[in-house]
């Protein structure tokens, strides 16, 4: 299978091992991977600010980009969520919509990717570690990914993987409101630290870095040594 | 225009717009259609047999902390009253007439005031217990489903510290929707002006969310089968 | 003070306030546990949302027919039907009938709508004696502040604060027991039901088929408003009605399973007209005020017509992060949480409340756990849109523009990353300070570093 890899902005500019660690999953697999470097961003913070026009701006380019693509596997239940179900609404009645609904279809979160559309469950990987994940909620609730990346963790050998009682809560990021509120997305955040501390685990995995980012942020602010990591890196070890 | 025509103008004009609905797009406005009702698909399970529905009535009772007996006969319900009657030290009650309550009520020892004429309210605060019939109890929630007509009137069964309820068999049913239809066979168009689904004694958890019985209503609640 | 920069003082206060966090945390913890065990009863929950929003959508979408339907099967049975399209007009109703009756003392149930506009002022000023008869809305009112939460209204207060407060106002004696505190307000308000001329109550549902509105509670204070003064009014919402009495089959349960963990609430009790001839007791007169407020506003927005569909439960707000972290009163509204920030700006205005369809991750748990499936989350973005569509902020839109630009040029966006890490080298001389440019996000977390080697490079270095 031809895949398009969407790389997100910030999975491009700081989180680059997710990326490469799915490049490498996928290319074992035997599947032909493209990065379009024209895509820099989905356009999330815009659509979520309100400015759906500027947002249009920054999409329209991707849906064109895309129009010919086999299927595009995206690094990030957000941004996922953003092509999968706001794209549609955000070319809602204009002369795109149809572009939007196609691209819509034919775009995976990559753990769904290999779960529901590769069915693969085991990639062999090793990761001798405790471990707790993280549901970003826009996988979780935009997309229902909730079993995938559990069903791709219990094929992991070794690792041990302990749910946190808030696992489903949302880690407080939310795009610009982390800038607008930052007051109530910290708290939020101290939530999920606290719970993902009792759990005892030494990694949080999440499939969404965007969540890991905000996270890291927090734990590294209180000196917290537990880690954040992407789902796919974890996958990706031997 | 009056005020009821005004608003109703303008719920017309809003709804000339066919909503958008999530998950559905843009759904036009066609005629309210008799919609049939699932709900004892989707709700709580309750057996078939009558031991089954008793089972579930009682666990329900227990959970709501109310006191559930099923006693074979009125004799056996009367001495179980009078018992109570006994270890509360009730002095005075207050009941309605009817057909379980008369016989059970006749000998109590206690005075008794009846509502069915009306009644002084400051002398029904007096009592210390109301005992009513009900229209029925409803094995999945263990409720009490009690009327204006059935129970003395609104206030008979919360106003004194203690209620008990007398059933009969047969008026033990299964779920809610059965609870409905059941109101609409028994009074059809003229319903009583009060229906109440009586769920435990009375309760809140406004403070801290610890659970403390008798708010306003009964502290006790007491359900007796009569069979 | 405007209503955003209330919103973003309290919140600020509140969620420094640890003990705060934890009160609330804890209280919509046992919630959740007692929620969720409730829910695994039923056959099949999500059958029971779809159900329970089929029948609520269609009653929004025709609540023209429902509503006159009420009403003309509440005349029949003696009720007094009124329509107010403002809350002034509701005010005036109320006190009219007040008047009439020569009304000295009222007690109240829960009624939402009343705080909605302002009735308890209102009728103080008439020189009413006015009591709130639920233990939430009596503990609140003791203390002049608004309810904390739609459900559960003093959910904020701890035993203590509730001795204290109940010795000041009651004279009673200082007690850490939940039982006693309630006990003496049960004494408390025991003589006032029996007293009072009026009782005022709200409504959870309006069945349309029978003129009937249903009243659902835990602690028997409605029933006994309901039952012993001579005048009963419920002051209720225009979105309230149900088409069939059988409706409530479904409804009652999830309300009482959604908003508080139970089986079933307490009461639930349905009034259909003044007592009638043959009955024990009941008022004389029964008036129904059907309340519009800005409601057909709402239901004019084709988009957000669901939120119309709301039972009060208060499930959004018991799961909602934000809510658990700023507390209701943060929010200046008569509702609270999400359901609270997608129909207040229909209610009160967009401009003036947009700013709490900001403050939203938009996680969507609100939408999950909403019994009649209300888009709520989605609401909020669409809120967002129409409030920068009227009024946009000319620094974000210029911001956007670029942003706009930057995504769509892969020179430019390769130009960045240089730049990026050229701040970096400097930015630890001004993190988390005032001229720090990403204080907001470094006053309490780090800052992502940006890689050594981008995705981008990486890719091509491998395709070059």
């Known amino acids: 299978m031809r895949v398009t890899l969407f790389i997100p902005c910030f999975v491009d500019m700081c989180f680059p091992r997710a990326g490469i660690a799915m490049v490498e999953i996928l290319e074992r697999l035997g599947h032909t991977v493209e990065c379009p470097e024209e895509i820099a961003c989905c356009g999330q913070p815009a659509f979520n600010s309100g400015y759906w026009p500027e947002t249009r701006a920054v999409a329209l380019p991707i849906l064109q980009r895309l129009r010919n693509a086999e299927v595009v596997v995206i690094a990030s239940g957000s941004c996922g969520a953003m092509v999968k179900n706001f794209y549609p609404e955000l070319f809602k009645e204009t002369e795109h919509a149809q572009a939007a609904c196609d691209l819509a279809s034919k775009t995976f979160e990559f753990s769904d990717f290999l779960v529901t559309k590769l069915g693969v469950t085991d990639l062999g990987a090793r990761f001798p570690h405790k471990v707790t994940f993280h549901d970003g909620c826009h996988g979780l609730r935009e997309l229902g990914i909730k079993k995938q990346p559990r069903t791709l963790l219990a094929h992991v050998r070794e690792l041990e993987l302990v749910e946190m009682t808030e696992a489903e809560s949302c880690c407080g990021f939310g795009g610009t409101f982390s800038a607008k509120f930052p007051m109530i997305s910290t708290a939020m955040g101290e939530v999920k630290c606290a719970s993902a501390r009792e759990t005892g685990a030494e990694f949080i995995v999440s499939n969404d870095a965007s969540c890991n980012m905000h996270i890291q942020g927090l734990l590294d602010r209180q000196g917290q040594p537990l880690k954040t990591i992407h789902l796919a890196e974890v996958l990706n070890t031997r | ?227 | 003070m405007n209503s955003a920069a209330q919103f973003r003082d309290d919140a600020k206060r509140l969620t420094h306030d640890l003990r705060h966090r934890e009160l609330i945390q804890s209280a919509l913890k046992k919630y959740e546990v007692a929620r969720d065990a409730k829910k695994a009863r039923y056959q099949d929950w999500e059958s029971a949302r779809v159900e329970a929003s089929d029948i609520k959508w269609d009653a929004v979408n025709h609540l023209d027919a429902h509503l006159a339907e009420f009403a003309r099967n509440a005349e029949a049975h003696g009720t007094k039907v009124h329509w107010a399209s403002t809350g002034g007009q509701a005010r005036e109703i109320i006190l009219g009938i007040v008047r009439e009756k020569n009304a000295r003392s009222i007690i109240k149930s829960k009624v939402m709508t009343g705080e909605e506009i302002h009735l308890n002022e209102a009728l103080e000023k008439a020189d009413m004696s006015v009591v709130e008869s639920d233990l939430g809305e009596y503990i609140v009112q003791l203390r002049h502040e608004a309810p904390y939460h739609f459900v559960f209204p003093a959910m904020h207060l701890t035993r203590g604060e509730i001795s204290d407060l109940f010795e000041r106002e009651l004279g009673s004696a200082p007690t850490n027991d939940a039982g006693e505190l309630t006990m003496i307000a049960r004494r408390a308000l025991r003589k006032k039901y029996i007293t009072a001329d009026i009782g005022i109550s709200g409504a959870n549902f309006a069945i349309a088929e029978t003129g009937m509105v249903s009243i659902t509670e835990n602690e028997g204070n409605a029933r006994l408003t309901c039952a012993l003064p001579k005048v009963h009014i419920a002051l209720m919402g225009i979105e309230k009605l149900l088409p069939k009495l059988e409706d409530l089959a479904l409804f009652l349960p999830m309300l009482a399973t959604a908003g508080a963990g139970q089986v079933l609430t307490g009461y639930n009790t349905m009034y259909g007209g003044p007592r009638q001839p043959g009955e024990a007791d009941g008022p004389e007169e029964f008036h129904v005020v059907l309340l519009d407020n800005h409601r057909t506003r709402l239901l004019a927005d084709a988009e957000q017509r669901d939120a119309l569909q709301c039972i009060r439960c208060g499930a959004c707000l018991n799961v909602c992060p934000i809510y658990k972290n700023v507390g209701g009163h943060t929010y200046g509204t008569t509702y609270q949480g999400p359901i609270g920030a997608v129909i207040t700006p229909h209610l009160r205005g967009l401009q003036d409340w947009k700013h709490l369809s900001f403050a939203s991750s938009l996680c969507g748990a609100c939408t999950s756990a909403c019994p009649v499936k209300i888009d709520l989350h989605h609401h909020l973005l669409q809120s967002r849109r129409n409030a920068r569509g009227q009024k946009p902020l000319w620094w974000e839109k210029i911001a956007f523009k670029l942003f706009a630009v930057l995504a769509n040029s892969p020179a430019l966006w390769a130009l960045a990353k240089p730049m990026a890490r050229f701040g970096q080298i400097f930015h630890p001389l001004v993190k988390a300070t005032r001229l720090d440019p990403a204080y907001v996000w470094t006053q309490s977390r780090e800052l992502p570093k940006v890689a050594p080697q981008t995705f981008k490079e990486y890719w091509k270095g491998r395709n070059p």
Request: proline share 4%; with cysteine; aromatic share 4%.
């Open chain 2, 1 to 227: 225009m009056t005020e009821r025509e005004n608003i109703l103008g303008r719920i017309r004009e809003a709804l000339r717009v066919p909503a958008e609905r999530h998950g559905h797009g843009v759904v036009q406005n066609s005629p309210s259609a008799p919609h049939e009702s699932h709900a004892s698909d989707w709700l709580p399970v309750v057996g078939e047999s009558f031991e089954q529905r008793v089972e579930l009535f009682r666990a329900n009772a227990a959970e709501l902390k109310a006191d559930f007996h099923l006693v074979d006969s009125r004799e056996a319900a009367a001495a179980h009253l009078r018992e109570l009657a006994t270890a509360k030290g009730w002095k005075k009650v207050a009941t309605h007439t009817g057909e379980l309550t008369r016989s059970i009520c006749a000998d109590l020892g206690v005075d008794i005031l009846i509502t069915d004429d009306g009644y002084d309210v400051n002398e029904m605060e007096t009592c210390d217990a109301g005992i009513t019939e009900c229209d029925a109890l409803v094995a999945q929630t263990g409720s009490v489903l009690v009327t204006s007509r059935s129970a003395g009137g609104r206030a008979l069964s919360v106003l004194p510290p203690h209620h008990i309820v007398l059933a009969r068999r047969d008026q033990l049913i299964a779920d809610l929707p059965a609870a409905f239809a059941l109101l609409k066979q028994t009074y059809g168009a003229g319903m009583p002006s009060m229906i109440s689904f009586i769920t435990g004694p009375s309760r809140t958890g406004d403070i801290e969310r610890i659970l403390v019985l008798g708010a306003h209503g009964p502290k006790h609640l007491a359900v007796l089968i009569v069979g």
